[in-house]
């Protein structure tokens, strides 16, 4: 799988207190306005790519690409970083 260059940023440091790129603006207003605070929701449920990805398309609206490319960067940087 290759990857797009957002993604290797993305991954290449610790998210902090990035703001939330993908559907930035219906998840802040969801209270999720960190990518820290999305991180936080993926480990809830476990790492599971299933339910955090119906959890995106439920919670902003996102589509199958952008619930995916969401997904694909955080087990990555769970593992570089945490």
């Not at 797009?4 to 603006?25: C, N, T, W, Y």
């Not at 990518?35 to 790492?47: E, R």
């Amino acid at each position: 799988m290759t990857t797009s260059q957002k993604h290797r940023d993305f991954v290449a440091e610790p998210m902090g207190e990035e703001p939330v790129g993908i559907l930035g603006k219906k998840l802040e207003e969801r209270g999720f306005d960190k990518a820290c605070v999305v991180l936080g929701q993926f480990l809830v449920l476990k790492k599971d790519e299933d339910p955090f990805q119906e959890w995106l398309k439920h919670t902003c609206g996102a589509n199958a690409k952008q619930s995916q490319d969401c997904f694909g960067c955080l087990p990555e940087g769970c593992d570089a970083f945490l």
